[in-house]
Antibody, heavy 122, light 106 residues
Framework: QVQLQESGPGLAGPSQTLSLTCTVS??????????WSWIRQPAGKGLEWIGR???????KCNPSLKSRVTISLDTSKNQFSLKLNSVTAADTAVYYC??????????????WGQGTMVTVSS | DIQMTQSPSTLSASVGDRVTITCRAS??????LAWYQQKPGKAPKLLIY???SLESGVPSRFSGSGSGTEFTLTISSLQPDDFATYYC????????FGGGTKVEIK
C-alpha cells in the first residue's frame, strides 16, 4: 500500500529556509488524481494546511503562507518537497506530508506520513 | 477564508456512551467536510469524508451528518480505542481545520 515518509533537517535558523521532502512508496506520485500536500501542527495545537501540488504539477497554497512557500514535484524520485523561507519561531511545528484523495479540487487526506519535527532556533 | 468552529473543545465520556461532536463553518461548504481522529504522537486518521461517507476500514460506530454550515460526528458506542482528539476539515475553498475536540475518559 502507499506510504509517505518525511525527511529533512530538524532545525532551521531564524530567517533561513526550511526544506522538507516527502518520499512516496508503494505507488507512483504521477498517476491518479491525487493532491500531495503539506500540513503542520505546532506542539499542543491544531492543524494548518500549508499547500499542495497536483500530480500534473499545479500548486495551491494557504494564502497566509503563500509568499513564503514553494512546493515542487520530482517524479523521477517519487518525491515532493516543501520550501518555507524566512522562517521564525512561529514556524516550529510537526510537519506532515499527506495524500489528498478526490477530484476537481475537492479532497480529503487519506494517507499521512508519520510527521517530522522542525524547530526554528538559533 | 472559511473558519471552522468545533464544539465542545473537550468532552468527558465513558465507554459505551453515545458521543456527538459539532463542527460549524463560517459559510456554506456544501458537503465538503472530513473528520479525522488523532492520537498523541501520531498522524491524523481519516474517518469520514464528504460529510457522511465512512472511510474504508473505519468501524461503523462512527458516522457523520450535515451539510451547508453545520455538521456532526457521532460515535454510537464509545470504545477504549476512541479516546483521542477529533478534527473536522473543510475542503470547499482552500483547506481549513477545526480547532479539535479532545475526547477523554470520564
Amino acid at each position: 500500500q502507499v506510504q509517505l515518509q518525511e525527511s529533512g533537517p530538524g532545525l532551521a535558523g531564524p530567517s533561513q529556509t526550511l526544506s522538507l521532502t516527502c518520499t512516496v512508496s508503494g505507488g507512483s506520485i504521477s498517476s491518479g488524481s491525487y493532491y500531495w500536500s503539506w500540513i503542520r501542527q505546532p506542539a499542543g495545537k491544531g492543524l494548518e494546511w500549508i499547500g499542495r501540488i497536483y500530480s500534473s504539477g499545479s500548486t495551491k497554497c494557504n494564502p497566509s503562507l503563500k509568499s513564503r512557500v514553494t512546493i515542487s514535484l520530482d517524479t523521477s524520485k517519487n518525491q515532493f518537497s516543501l520550501k518555507l523561507n524566512s522562517v521564525t519561531a512561529a514556524d516550529t511545528a510537526v510537519y506532515y506530508c499527506a495524500r489528498g484523495r478526490g477530484s476537481e479540487g475537492y479532497y480529503a487526506f487519506d494517507i499521512w506520513g508519520q510527521g517530522t519535527m522542525v524547530t526554528v532556533s538559533s | 477564508d472559511i473558519q471552522m468552529t468545533q464544539s465542545p473543545s473537550t468532552l468527558s465520556a465513558s465507554v459505551g456512551d453515545r458521543v456527538t461532536i459539532t463542527c460549524r463553518a463560517s459559510q456554506s461548504i456544501s458537503s465538503w467536510l472530513a473528520w479525522y481522529q488523532q492520537k498523541p504522537g501520531k498522524a491524523p486518521k481519516l474517518l469520514i469524508y464528504k460529510a457522511s461517507s465512512l472511510e474504508s476500514g473505519v468501524p461503523s460506530r462512527f458516522s457523520g451528518s450535515g451539510s451547508g454550515t453545520e455538521f456532526t460526528l457521532t460515535i454510537s458506542s464509545l470504545q477504549p480505542d476512541d479516546f483521542a482528539t477529533y478534527y473536522c476539515q473543510q475542503y470547499s475553498s482552500y483547506i481549513t481545520f477545526g480547532g479539535g475536540t479532545k475526547v477523554e475518559i470520564k
